[in-house]
């Protein structure tokens, strides 16, 4: 349950508590020696600036993917309005989790990749298995070079034969795909939501149910998980293209929250 | 710590390029025939990531790897594998023989001695010779070739049972007969899915799914093969040796 | 290496028709060096009620002395034989009392518990070292050989066996399992409880 993405890519410790709120930077045994931009070139870092979960799944039309719009700067909550998916050519979208500088360095690869295959002008242009493809074999690259890019990214979208596609990659060069999938916080959150919404019903969810779906999911995640925002976007693909929707304010309600009991002082 | 300090302790600070996968493979030799099997969830500590990632890819007609540990290593080792595999086809205009492609995985193992691929192979499939055979590597490349294996997650629940049923250990033939040295497939088979039921039953990182490849040796009769249920021929040619998956269920908790 | 290991050993127990059955290993040894191809690790606590006692060899005989004298209190005190289900209570208190500093075993308990009807029903229990009780209604592992014996016992057993049948299912059982494990092996013991008597048998195992 250690979600958070200082600790991506280390040994798994049992030893600490994974549910305990430390300050993002200074979790125990990740700490620093010193500060991050004091050593010169790292090759070894940590996420700076993070995104949290980036969740997706498979509909009737399909690909659906969302992504809220902070990113945060330890416990800070410090950019509010960062955009976390992003759009590759006409048929496939780029969510992801983890450092945010390392996931804009990826957008530029994205982009530069797509306006040179755009350029040789043969006919062929790049789909989400390409793309994801591609994205996995930089990220393990990175991480054979022990320089990993901190992230886990989701690449959904349509294939040229018209097939759904959506899978995952991670800073360890990890992939797998499924109808649902989520990354961080999401994937103990929300997966059991949306595998119990969509598993079985990928080619019954209209748009506007898995909208509503994923709203819920997003929802709930706000209540739990202490970096993320009420605010979010949605993308969606389908064979009439890439959809990203401008930010969604979140309905919230606490009310539920002065029933909740067994915390603390409060066990009645 | 939980009053909330948190500086005194040594600090060790080092990211980490492996995890563990999970899941099980397995391979077993018959006289003419090898199945190789493994389950198809994927997960990470107590997360299943995906129910269906495949551990068992066909590299020819007569040869099936499976690859268990980090799945990542895993799918990039398949992957530079089947590449040389394609490389010596065009230069020799044929298959490499499985024997051979053993003795590629273990040198192409050993180059990574240094920054290992966290990864066990079992490779699978026919001999030159027309017998079955199962060559199984650790993750530096050492190997050997053996009539049956276990690897991954399970190892250590699946391996014993496989002593006992494959080779007969600790049970005596009956009165003037041995045990035969291979059993037929039909048998095979009904052991790999009693290993993957049992390995499901009491461990957390089996389950979902089941592919069993089935190599036949050349002019074997596919006999049982094609009226099983969820058997399917992917063979490219059908003069040679040919390979068959069957998938079955597991249980998903 | 944890100390659950330091001696090696392992122990199972199997419910059948109208039986129950435990068997162990005979070894003990000091980390890789094998000591003794003869240590009992199954003791008898009444007529139709066996512990098995895998871990750290020490505590087996402390464990047992413990249980001796609790056992011999509990027939003064109740002027009756305990039964196995009481007596796996029994264990997982004494174990409990040290829950933070255990003893370093994990016992099994195996027996014929006796019915308010009068008849005799199969009775398998085991507990970890700080005494978490586990009923299985069809087999219990402990030991360094755990892992393995799950494996097998869960490939091999089947409900309702016959004692014969269920002697057999033990005995592939263990010594498939102690084979593929460094730490225990070194010959095999058996005892198959029904109510009115204990067959117990030695196995020759694999030596090394």
């Known amino acids: ?268 | 710590m939980p009053d909330g300090s948190f500086a005194q302790q040594p600090q060790q600070r080092q990211f980490n390029p492996y995890t563990e996968n999970g899941g099980t493979i397995l391979a077993i030799a018959g006289a003419d025939f090898t199945v190789i099997a493994g389950d198809t969830r994927q997960s990470e500590g107590y997360s299943i990531q995906t129910r269906y990632a495949p551990k068992v890819f066909r590299l020819t007609d007569r040869a099936v790897l499976a690859v268990n540990g980090f799945a990542a290593d895993g799918n990039m080792f398949v992957k530079k594998v089947k590449q040389r595999l394609e490389w010596y086809r065009h230069a020799h205009a044929k298959d490499m023989p499985l024997r051979a492609i053993a003795r590629l995985i273990q040198t192409m193992l050993y180059a990574q001695r240094f920054f290992p691929y966290y990864v066990y192979n079992i490779l699978g499939g026919i001999e030159e010779d027309g017998s079955g055979a199962v060559y199984s590597f650790d993750p530096v490349g050492s190997y050997e070739r053996e009539a049956c294996r276990a690897a991954g997650a399970a190892q250590a629940l699946v391996q014993p049972f496989l002593d006992n049923q494959i080779y007969f250990k600790n049970q005596m033939a009956a009165a003037g007969q041995s045990h035969p040295l291979h059993l037929p497939l039909s048998d095979v088979l009904a052991i790999v899915i009693d290993s993957f039921t049992s390995a499901t039953e009491r461990h957390i990182e089996v389950g979902d799914g089941l592919e069993m490849y089935v190599v036949l040796a050349k002019g074997r009769s596919s006999q049982g093969l094609d009226g099983l249920r969820g058997a399917q021929e992917i063979s490219t040619t059908n003069d040679g040796d040919r390979v068959f998956v069957i998938r079955r269920e597991l249980k998903k908790d | ?208």
């Open chain 1, 1 to 268: 349950m250690d979600h958070f993405p200082t600790s991506w890519g280390r040994p798994r410790n049992e030893a600490i508590d994974a549910f305990n709120t430390y300050p993002l930077h200074q979790r125990p045994g990740h700490a620093p020696k010193t500060d991050t931009f004091t050593d010169g070139v790292q090759r070894t870092q940590q996420p700076i600036v993070t995104g949290t979960s980036i969740l997706a799944f498979h509909y009737k039309d399909g690909i659906i993917m969302a992504a809220d719009t902070l990113a945060s700067y330890g416990s800070l909550a410090r950019f509010k309005t960062i955009q976390r998916l992003h759009p590759v050519g006409a048929r496939t979208v780029v969510g992801a989790s983890g450092d945010m500088s390392d996931f804009q360095y990826l957008q530029n690869q994205l982009d530069q990749l797509t306006i040179d295959e755009f350029t040789e002008n043969d006919g062929h242009d790049l789909g989400p298995a390409e793309i994801h493809e591609y994205l996995s074999r930089v990220m393990y690259g990175r991480r054979s070079k022990m320089n990993p890019l901190w992230n886990a990214i989701l690449v959904g979208g349509k294939k040229d034969n018209g097939e759904r596609f959506l899978a995952y990659v991670d800073l360890l060069g990890t992939t797998y795909s499924a109808a649902t999938i989520a990354t961080g916080y999401g994937a103990h959150i929300a997966i059991p939501l949306l595998r119990s919404a969509v598993e079985g019903r990928e080619n019954e969810i209209t748009e506007e149910q898995a909208r509503e779906i994923m709203t819920t999911c997003m929802r709930v995640l706000f209540y739990r998980d202490a970096r993320s925002l009420d605010k979010f976007q949605i993308a969606t693909v389908t064979d009439a293209g890439v959809n990203i929707s401008e930010p969604i304010k979140l309905e919230t309600s606490w009310n539920f929250a002065e029933n909740i009991r067994g915390y603390g002082a409060q066990t009645q």
């Open chain 3, 1 to 208: 290496m944890s100390i659950m290991q330091y001696n090696g050993g392992s122990v199972i127990a199997m419910v059948g028709k109208d039986c129950v059955a435990i068997a162990s290993d005979l070894r003990l040894g000091v980390q890789s060096l094998s000591i003794s191809a003869n240590y009992q690790k199954i003791f008898p606590i009444t007529d139709r009620i066996y512990v098995g006692l895998p871990g750290l060899g020490t505590d087996v005989t402390t464990l047992h002395e413990q249980f001796r004298y609790r056992v011999n209190m509990y027939t003064i005190k109740e002027e009756r034989e305990i039964e196995p289900q009481t007596f796996a209570q029994l264990v997982s208190s004494t174990l409990y009392e040290r829950r933070f500093g255990p003893y370093f075993i994990e016992p099994v308990v195996a027996g014929m518990q006796k019915l308010p009807t009068g008849g005799f029903a199969p009775f398998i229990a085991a507990t970890d070292l700080i005494g978490c009780l586990n009923f299985a209604k069809d087999f219990v592992v402990a030991g360094t050989a755990s892992e393995k014996l799950f494996g097998v016992a869960e490939g091999l057993w089947e409900p309702d066996l016959e004692a014969e049948d269920l002697f057999e299912t033990i005995s592939q059982t263990l010594l498939n399992a102690v084979d593929r494990d460094a730490f225990s092996g070194w010959g095999a013991v058996v005892h198959v409880i029904t109510k009115d008597k204990v067959v117990t048998r030695t196995l020759k195992g694999r030596m090394d």
